[in-house]
């Protein structure tokens, strides 16, 4: 039996009517599902939690499809009352979509319906930061002023929207100082950002560390030093190419466990999700079943 999460309003509507194509393919492969519709966050973390409990001895584990993008993917990930309980399924739907990327899960929903039926779930990472999961991208910088821009706007969403709020922050964002200490290393940065990585992009598409690999039990840690003029677009640039890693300014290493400090506290955003004053701790834990290649 295959629960369907389902967030109506999530992605322009597009949820429905992707768990709709997933709904017939199941049908024509003759398998169970049932579609939860999730019209609040009250609902969707009771749910979850019922269909998450601790296995008996002998049980299957229960099998979970998100149908959204990557905030209902960190919701239900919250929601999840024992992690070894289930195996968990994604079926690309949202505004945003960045982790299913990163674990190569087609973006037509009817591919990656078949997907589930077709691979066994495999051992995935996912974060913890400040007792918080993640799953894809957490980090401070300019990436929290370009989301707060964002959430304030109740005009369109999605890619391009983003992107104009990003640009409206490379001209006012000013860095912030932080302390990275890591496996008894610790560095000060004025950050443009800094951020902790089990998938490799945001905002629809940024690769803000395409090294990042979701299943090496690792976090890669990159942190870009704040710049400004004419370095500031070649910054910018770097980072819509892809190559930010190979830009002079950034510092870039793999670890299990890393610690950002700021002084008084800080905004964080975890899988696109704002928090005030969150300690940044983040640690990687293994072994999520989720279906991917």
């Known amino acids: 039996m295959f629960h369907l999460i389902v967030n109506p309003d999530a992605g322009k509507h597009n949820t429905l009517r992707a768990a709709r194509t997933v709904a017939d393919y199941f049908n024509e492969k003759e398998q169970e599902y049932v579609i939860h519709e999730m019209t609040s966050q009250t609902l969707l973390r009771s749910t979850i939690e019922e269909l998450s409990q601790p296995r008996k001895e002998g049980e299957e584990r229960t099998d979970i499809v998100v149908v959204g993008g990557d905030g209902t993917m960190h919701a239900v990930l919250n929601a999840l009352v024992d992690v070894d309980a289930v195996n968990v399924g994604l079926i690309p739907a949202g505004t945003g979509n960045d982790f299913s990327v990163s674990v190569q899960i087609p973006a037509d929903s009817r591919k990656a319906a078949e997907l589930i039926l077709t691979c066994k779930p495999k051992d995935t990472d996912y974060l913890t930061v400040g ?19 964002y959430n304030k706007s109740q005009k369109i969403h999605g890619k391009l ?66 710049v400004r003029g004419l370095k500031m677009a070649g910054a910018f640039v770097k980072l819509m190419k892809g190559e930010i890693l190979q830009y ?42 989720f279906y991917r290649p």
């Open 131 to 149: 007792g918080v999961r993640c799953m894809n991208v957490g980090g401070l910088g300019i990436d929290v002023d370009v989301l707060k821009r």
């Open 161 to 226: 929207k983003y992107l104009r709020c990003l640009i409206q922050s490379l001209l006012t964002f000013k860095g912030c100082d932080i302390q990275i200490e890591s496996e008894g290393k610790s560095e000060k940065h004025r950050a443009f950002f800094a951020v902790a990585c089990n998938g490799g992009q945001i905002g629809g598409g940024i690769k803000i560390c395409p090294a990042a690999n979701p299943a090496d039990g690792f976090i890669d840690v990159c942190c870009v030093d704040m």
């Open 248 to 289: 002079p300014k950034t510092t870039h290493f793999l670890c299990k466990q890393v610690r950002f400090c700021i002084e008084g506290g800080a905004t964080v955003q975890l899988d696109g999700e704002l928090y005030d004053h969150l300690d940044f701790n983040a640690e990687i834990k293994t072994g999520l079943k």
